[in-house]
């Protein structure tokens, strides 16, 4: 399955559910071997702390991925520098995956 | 150390073990053993919020289960614990109510008792812990081991997507920041 066709799988899921994320973004790995996404959520409790989630490939998605959800408050943190990525999160390269680009 | 504390602190150290287990190969550490810790987790994490809630803790495995309602009537403390939308948090709450009990129902003592409600016998139970029986149509009673069985909660806790995914980071936030709560 190629990469950015397991991304919009993956979000399509994530979008699908009642309690969906109000954003979804890509931070595409150079090597397409990683899949690693921020998503927004308001369901969550704030901590002010990025903990990002990593899961092994699986027959849906053959693609390690990391996943980290957020709150608004978070993702507005992390815009303007005040919540910290690890390396290879790079913001200027981050793409929104919306719903009408994952269909 | 109070009950609650004592709780609360289990259940963080019980969490820990969890993420080991789980960032490990499945070839080397079975799912009922990544469950396990997840089960024994929230367990001990719920009964230190029954605890500050004022309602009985008792000696029983039900205790996750319980808590969804609780904490979904609870707006105070879905705002104390830093839910930027404490309304929608307890409606997501109500609506996983089924997926805490899931996870409550890992245990044996709970698995037995959810066997029984089937008309079946305690030990038929699948948990995490100890191995149970089914009838089986030709050669009679076989027994299974949690080490190779495939439980369906694994993929909820364990999933990148769904209803799943959002209850374990709730789940990791409220034990990072129970302390605020009133």
């Given at each position: 399955m190629p990469y950015m066709q397991a991304v919009r799988k993956l979000v399509m899921w994530h979008l699908?559910?009642?309690?969906?994320?109000s954003q979804a973004f890509l931070f595409p790995d150079a090597d397409e071997a990683v899949i690693r996404l921020i998503e927004v959520s308001d369901v969550i409790p704030e901590t002010g702390e990025f903990r990002p989630l990593k899961f092994g490939p699986t027959e849906g998605i053959p693609y390690e991925t990391i996943v980290a959800l957020v709150t608004p408050g978070e993702w507005r943190m992390i815009q303007t520098g005040q919540l910290a990525l690890p390396q290879g999160w790079d913001l200027g390269t981050a793409v929104e995956v919306t719903e009408e680009a994952a269909a | 150390m109070t009950q609650e504390e004592a709780f609360l602190a289990q259940a963080r150290s019980d969490y820990l073990v969890f993420e080991r287990l789980q960032e490990a190969a499945r070839s080397d550490v079975s799912e009922c053993h990544v469950l396990h810790y997840y089960q024994m987790a929230t367990e001990k994490l719920a009964k230190a919020l029954l605890a500050r809630v004022g309602h009985p803790v008792g000696k029983?495995?039900?205790a996750f289960g319980r808590i969804a309602a609780i904490l979904a009537g609870r707006q105070d403390i879905l705002t104390a614990i830093g839910c930027p939308n404490p309304p929608v948090t307890a409606r997501f709450l109500a609506r996983a109510d089924a997926l805490f009990r899931q996870i409550e129902n890992l245990s044996p003592d709970t698995a037995g008792k959810a066997a029984k409600e089937k008309?079946?016998?305690?030990?038929?139970g699948p948990n995490v812990e100890y191995p149970w029986w089914q009838e089986h149509p030709a050669t009679g009673p076989e027994w299974l081991a949690p080490a190779a069985h495939t439980f369906p909660a694994y993929q909820t806790v364990?999933?990148?997507?769904?209803d799943g995914l959002t209850l374990r980071v709730f789940v990791e936030r409220l034990l990072q920041g129970y302390d605020r709560i009133p």
């Amino acid at each position: 399955m190629p990469y950015m066709q397991a991304v919009r799988k993956l979000v399509m899921w994530h979008l699908d559910t009642e309690y969906r994320p109000s954003q979804a973004f890509l931070f595409p790995d150079a090597d397409e071997a990683v899949i690693r996404l921020i998503e927004v959520s308001d369901v969550i409790p704030e901590t002010g702390e990025f903990r990002p989630l990593k899961f092994g490939p699986t027959e849906g998605i053959p693609y390690e991925t990391i996943v980290a959800l957020v709150t608004p408050g978070e993702w507005r943190m992390i815009q303007t520098g005040q919540l910290a990525l690890p390396q290879g999160w790079d913001l200027g390269t981050a793409v929104e995956v919306t719903e009408e680009a994952a269909a | 150390m109070t009950q609650e504390e004592a709780f609360l602190a289990q259940a963080r150290s019980d969490y820990l073990v969890f993420e080991r287990l789980q960032e490990a190969a499945r070839s080397d550490v079975s799912e009922c053993h990544v469950l396990h810790y997840y089960q024994m987790a929230t367990e001990k994490l719920a009964k230190a919020l029954l605890a500050r809630v004022g309602h009985p803790v008792g000696k029983t495995h039900f205790a996750f289960g319980r808590i969804a309602a609780i904490l979904a009537g609870r707006q105070d403390i879905l705002t104390a614990i830093g839910c930027p939308n404490p309304p929608v948090t307890a409606r997501f709450l109500a609506r996983a109510d089924a997926l805490f009990r899931q996870i409550e129902n890992l245990s044996p003592d709970t698995a037995g008792k959810a066997a029984k409600e089937k008309g079946l016998a305690a030990d038929q139970g699948p948990n995490v812990e100890y191995p149970w029986w089914q009838e089986h149509p030709a050669t009679g009673p076989e027994w299974l081991a949690p080490a190779a069985h495939t439980f369906p909660a694994y993929q909820t806790v364990t999933a990148a997507s769904g209803d799943g995914l959002t209850l374990r980071v709730f789940v990791e936030r409220l034990l990072q920041g129970y302390d605020r709560i009133p």
